[in-house]
């Protein structure tokens, strides 16, 4: 397991280039259009000997810092329970005009706007574009924790372990898009969380944990299906989603079957309880 930062440095100064030079470190990006902004950034372990350095000039000089966590391949094939994290984003559902598609999709009785928790999917999600997925898995814009594949992909891969699907319209027309569907994750479960630093929404009262992606997971309590999600949220101000998580006989079919798209994060076991003595 590693640490990595990946570091943006937008417009860098000439003091902190010469940093950067001194520390033999070379930056990637930046743009040859004059009225773009400039975004450089590069990648550096902490377990680099020069990370304490690239550390004290990320505070001094407020560079914005994106932390992920790198395994092994035998630390993600040896773990009994893996988080599933998109990799990137298409499209938007719609309507995306006021987030009209909030109301479209979702049973909005329970959901709360200040936070962004709640609510509950209803009916089927519709977009714009004919996505051509073939071997990829898509997330939707706005929506971390729902996942979209080929029909041909859900009838292989994930059909057998019992998932099922809801389909996927156009925007206009409300007919089904025969080119993608989206993977149906009914069941929850409670994560052994720490949820001492989770925020708490003034509106509804519910606690919604920051996401990060530095080292291990948190852990649900047990593994209720080949697929399913947290009962706690994630997020942040107005956005918040439930992990995600599969078993290693969804996993390994998944890798077997070359899917596009995933990024596997394993679990750290869940702490032991606290001792209380008797009153």
């Given amino acids: ?25 070379a930056l990637k990006g930046g743009s040859k259009h004059p009225t773009v902004p400039s975004i450089f950034y590069f990648e550096i372990g902490e377990n680099d000997k020069r990370w304490q350095q690239v550390q004290r000039l990320v505070a001094a000089s407020k560079l914005t810092d994106f932390v992920r966590t790198s395994f092994s391949e035998s630390e993600i094939e040896e773990a009994d329970v893996l988080s599933m994290l998109g990799a990137t984003q298409r499209g938007y559902p719609e309507p ?32 714009k574009f004919v996505p051509e997925l073939k071997r990829s898995i898509m997330l939707l814009n706005w929506v971390f ?3 979209f594949v080929a029909p041909e992909v859900w009838t292989e891969v994930f059909e057998p372990f019992g998932i099922g699907f809801w389909p996927v319209l156009k925007h206009r027309t409300g007919s089904e898009i025969s080119s993608v569907v989206q993977l149906r994750v009914s069941s929850e479960i409670d994560l052994c969380l720490d949820e001492t630093d989770a925020s708490r929404c ?4 519910r606690k919604k944990t920051k996401f990060s992606l530095r080292g ?3 852990r649900p309590v047990s593994i209720p299906a080949p697929i399913f999600r947290s ?5 942040s101000d107005g956005l918040g989603f439930n992990r995600v998580f599969v078993s290693p006989a969804l996993h390994r079919k998944i890798c077997s079957s070359r899917l596009r798209g995933l990024k596997f994060y394993p679990c750290a076991a869940c702490p ?8």
Avoid: W
Avoid at 6 to 24: D, F, G, K, V, Y
């Fill in 1 to 25: 397991m590693k640490i990595i930062h990946r570091i943006a440095i937008t417009n860098p100064s000439n003091s902190s280039l010469q940093e950067l030079s001194e520390l033999a470190i």
């Fill in 96 to 127: 995306s005009e006021r987030l009209g598609f909030l109301e479209e999709t979702y049973d909005l009785s329970n959901y709360c706007r200040r936070c962004g928790t709640g609510n509950r999917q209803i009916s089927p999600f519709r977009i």
């Fill in 145 to 147: 924790d729902e996942y």
């Fill in 202 to 205: 003034s509106v509804c009262g």
């Fill in 216 to 218: 291990l997971c948190p």
């Fill in 231 to 235: 009962t706690q949220y994630f997020g």
């Fill in 272 to 279: 032991a309880p606290k001792f209380e003595p008797p009153v």
